[in-house]
Structure formats: C-alpha cells, structure tokens
C-alpha cells in the first residue's frame, strides 16, 4: 500500500522559513516523479512544484518560483520542499503527491496524480 | 501558463441524477487532462487520467470525455457519496487545476 506521510508543517513569521518532508512507502520511490500540491483555507487546489524521478526536471509555480526548492532524496524515499521567504498567501495545506507514471515521462509533468498524503498545515503569521 | 476553466462553479443534483461537468483549458493539450473528487477534510482522489481512463477503484458510473480543449466528466447516476468537490487538472505543461465545481444535494 502507497504510503506518503507529510512532515514539517506549522506557524512561521512572515519573511522566515520552513522545510516540508514527505516519507514515501509502499512502491519504488526512485520510479516516479513527485510533487507538492497546496490549497489554501476554503479554497481550490494548487500546483506548487514537481520533480522527476532523477530530479533531472523540476517546476515550480509562478507564485513560488525564487523562494521554493524542491527536492528529493532516493535512497531515503523521501520529498522535500524547502520554503523560504514566506508571505502570509503561502499559508495553505501542503499535500504531497506521487505521479501515476502513465507516460513514464522523465518530465515532472504529462502525468496524473495518483496517491496523495494527508498534508501538513503551514500557517504564515505574526 | 495554461488556464483551466469549470462550469459549472457549483452544481445542486438529487441521488440518481446524471451530472455533467465541464472543463476548457485556454490552450490546446491533447488529452493530458486528469478529474479529481475531493471530500471536506480529505486529500484528492484520482478518478480519470489521461481525460478517459477510469482510474482503478473508481466506480463504472464515472466517465470522462474531450481532447485538445473541451473536456467533460460525466456521473451517469449519481450516490450519496458522490457528493463533493471535483477539479480538473491539466498535465500537458508545468499542472494547473481548474477552480473546482462543488456538487450539492438538491
């Protein structure tokens, strides 16, 4: 069973940082590319970031390009989005979010998301 | 970047129903065009890939149609379940989502 358990979620200043994780199980991690998917209190979904599965292609939103790093680490079948000059329209719930592989694109993109995590919560305040 | 647009924003249907929901996107994109249904509180579920292909696990009544830039996701009867949030998101260029179409109990 797919398993992605989000990590590092939580209140910060305006200006300051945070470092999201994302613990993947249940399939080869290294197989599939993975993305960072938020959504604001109340509101629709939002494409944040995405990287292959070698981490040879990477995207990121207009509203977060310059301040988000994504990441991953294979041999740790693990995700990272590092968050760095947060504004008080970063605070959202943070999914992360494996791709199908229908293509097995080594594009970030051309796939559906099929398994997501439950979120972490990243609250952006002072 | 392309834009994803739904219609209806909202939608009220009684159980038994046939619901269809709309998606354009501003530019063309083949058929890399995925539909979402998401319940208060929950993550988002996959339930159509590549704008036809029911995703494993998703009822029969669910369908998905449309290529280049008109898609449609189609509930041929709808349950008590199937009330919730729906997106579309398109997968042809860096993913965007449609602004969701919420589906109500009438």
């Known amino acids: 069973e797919v398993q992605l358990v989000e990590s590092g979620g939580g209140l910060v200043q305006p200006g300051r940082s945070l470092r999201l994780s994302c613990a993947a199980s249940?399939?080869?991690?290294?197989?599939?590319?993975m993305h960072w998917v938020r959504q604001a209190p109340g509101k629709g979904l939002e494409w944040v970031s995405g990287?292959?599965?070698?981490?040879?292609?990477?995207g990121y939103a207009d509203s977060v390009k310059g301040r988000f790093t994504i990441s991953r680490d294979n041999a740790k079948n693990s995700l990272y989005l590092q968050m760095n000059s947060l504004r008080a329209e970063d605070t959202a719930l943070y999914y992360c979010?494996?791709?199908?592989?229908?293509?097995?694109?080594?594009?970030?993109?051309?796939?559906?998301?099929?398994?997501w995590g439950q979120g972490t919560l990243v609250t952006v305040s002072s | 970047d392309i834009q994803m647009t739904q219609s209806p924003s909202s939608l009220s249907a009684s159980v038994g129903d046939r619901v269809t929901i709309t998606c354009r996107a501003s530019?063309?994109?083949?058929?890399?065009l995925n539909w979402y249904q998401q319940k208060p509180g929950k993550a988002p579920k996959l339930l159509i890939y590549?704008?036809?292909s029911l995703q494993s696990g998703v009822p029969s009544r669910f369908s998905g149609s449309g290529s280049g830039t008109d898609f449609t996701l189609t509930i041929s009867s709808l349950q008590p379940e199937d009330f919730a949030t729906y997106y579309c998101?398109?997968?042809?260029?860096?993913?965007?989502f449609g602004q969701g179409t919420r589906l109500e109990i009438k």
């Open positions: 979010a494996k791709a199908k592989g229908e293509y097995g694109s080594g594009s970030y993109y051309f796939e559906s998301f099929d398994d």
């Open positions: 249940g399939f080869t991690f290294d197989d599939y590319a």
């Open positions: 990287i292959s599965w070698n981490s040879g292609s990477i």
């Open positions: 530019q063309i994109i083949s058929t890399y």
């Open positions: 590549s704008a036809s």
């Open positions: 998101q398109q997968s042809y260029s860096t993913p965007g």
